[in-house]
């Protein structure tokens, strides 16, 4: 009951300082990626803004893993934008808050454990993917759109001053932790830029020049939809995909950030809090989002380990929205531009190249694959689906060739067959072409001592060349099998013919 009712580990010593300037530096980065998607999907930057502050507060509060941040993340609204586009932005904040619903469903009937089943090459692809897109997220920053709307590369002067002022920020990033660990590198940079910046009167492209983000609380808003069947039919689909895309993005920053920090997060809680942050956004005019990667990196990089830095950053962007948008507006986009590349080349698994040459060549496989839908579709959903399905199609036909059997006839003319590995739809085939119904003797006994019956296509196939030695007038016998494959073929006996023979009580793990 603690845990359920306890918002805070107050337990654990918590460094202000890192939290404070975690906080601020978050909410610095948070700022451009949610207001260039916000723009992209044609939305009020507002919009994007509002869902920062929103998902960031409701996740570092009741979410399951301290450290990590969430925001109005591109991932999730990319898949909205057809949406937007075809019934406007009404229809996005009631599929937001189904979005959340269905979120809320998987945390509440403890879904969460199943993102455990990713397997590591699918991670290291969809990182690679993840850096790639915050990379060329920031590349699109050096372009410029006049005054007829046309974009274009910037060029000259301006051109060499953007990239300067980057590669300044770039080396701040890198270089600073060398000097002292003490104030985030990031924070520092961005500082840096903005005082070479406003000193010496240089003019490059600002947050101003994105969009000015100044605004009011949110306040509540009932989507103004019909309520009928036809809409939930048009909602749906795009709730689904959001809720699994979100779901996935935020439970794989929660595994990255279990590794990075070497503690336990609840997936399940996690879960809950960012179907209630995406509910609390579709009735607050926010875009809705979950996990970003880049900021929790950033977070962590700054020494953040607890929630408050996620909270710091979401006020902070509040009271920016509220006040403090003539100030922001002002920082040069090359500073916010040099921290995300920074970011974007430390979220890219540098090992998986390191160790390629180790690792199968399925593997390998796997994570390119992951990696170029990712960056190619922007669907994170699909890109994980995918690279899971080939994983499980790799494993299983692995499996499926290690089935073996190894034959003796004892003193009595009874033949044995020895099974080594476990029957299930990949190697039924190999499984029954090792028998000889036609040549064996009357009493054949199958022993599956080490092996198990997995599924209902090995239960077929045992049915089936059960009925082959029936039909030679001979007995087939199952022997040593453990209790989960006996309750397996007692469930299905309605469908299958086999004799199992009544031997001690076989357990998998011996008692201790």
Not at 103 to 127: A, C, E, N, W
Not at 197 to 221: C, E, Q, R, Y
Request: hydrophobic residues 50%.
């Amino acid at each position: 009951m603690k845990n359920t009712i306890s918002l805070f580990d107050f337990s654990k010593k918590i460094n202000y300082k890192n939290e404070l300037l975690a906080g601020f530096t978050v909410a610095m980065t948070m700022i451009p990626e949610s207001l260039s998607f916000a723009i992209l999907a044609g939305l009020s930057p507002l919009t994007g803004l509002y869902a920062a502050f929103m998902m960031g507060l409701v996740t570092a509060v009741l979410g399951g893993r301290p450290g990590m941040v969430s925001g109005g993340a591109g991932a999730t609204i990319v898949v909205l934008i057809a949406l937007i586009q075809s019934h406007g932005i009404e229809y996005l904040f009631a599929t937001v808050a189904l979005a959340g619903i269905l979120q809320m469903t998987v945390g509440i009937f403890k879904l969460g454990k199943f993102v455990r089943l990713i397997p590591q090459p699918v991670m290291y692809g969809f990182l690679n993917g993840l850096a790639i897109i915050i990379f060329m997220a920031q590349v699109q920053q050096f372009k410029i759109t006049d005054s007829s709307g046309t974009v274009s590369w910037l060029q000259g002067m301006p051109l060499y001053i953007m990239a300067g002022l980057t590669a300044l920020t770039i080396a701040v990033v890198y270089f600073f932790p060398k000097i002292t660990k003490t104030v985030p590198a990031s924070l520092v940079a961005i500082i840096i830029v903005f005082a070479v910046v406003l000193g010496f009167n240089i003019p490059t492209k600002t947050v101003a020049d994105i969009a000015h983000i100044s605004g009011n609380l949110p306040s509540f808003h009932i989507p103004e939809i019909p309520f009928s069947l036809e809409t939930l039919q048009i909602i749906f689909p795009y709730a689904l995909i959001m809720a699994g895309v979100g779901l996935i993005e935020s439970l794989l920053t929660l595994s990255m950030v279990d590794e990075i920090t070497n503690t336990k997060g609840s997936a399940n809680k996690e879960s809950v809090a960012q179907g209630l942050a995406n509910i609390t956004n579709g009735f607050f005019g926010g875009m809705g989002g979950c996990a970003m990667v880049a900021q929790t990196l950033v977070n962590l990089n700054a020494g953040s380990r607890a929630r408050l830095s996620g909270i710091i950053a979401s006020l902070l962007i509040l009271i920016i929205i509220l006040c403090g948008a003539p100030v922001i507006e002002k920082i040069p986009m090359a500073a916010l531009v040099g921290v995300m590349m920074m970011v974007a080349i430390s979220t890219f698994q540098w090992v998986s190249i390191r160790i390629v040459n180790k690792m199968p060549k399925s593997d390998i496989f796997v994570g390119v694959t992951v990696a170029l839908i990712t960056v190619i579709l922007h669907n994170l959903a699909l890109a994980v689906l995918i690279g899971v399905i080939i994983s499980a199609l790799v494993f299983a036909w692995d499996n499926a060739k290690r089935i073996r059997a190894r034959k003796h006839v004892d003193e009595n003319g009874v033949k044995y067959y020895e099974i080594y590995g476990p029957l299930f739809f990949g190697s039924v085939t190999a499984f029954t072409d090792k028998f000889d119904p036609m040549n064996d003797p009357d009493q054949v006994v199958i022993d599956f001592k080490e092996s198990r019956i997995v599924d209902m296509s090995a239960i077929d196939a045992l049915d089936k060349l059960s009925k082959r030695y029936k039909q030679n007038h001979k007995t087939l016998h199952l022997r040593h099998l453990s209790e989960d494959c006996r309750k397996i073929l007692k469930n299905a006996e309605a469908v299958v013919e086999v004799n199992i023979q009544d031997d001690p009580t076989y357990k998998v793990m011996p008692e201790k």
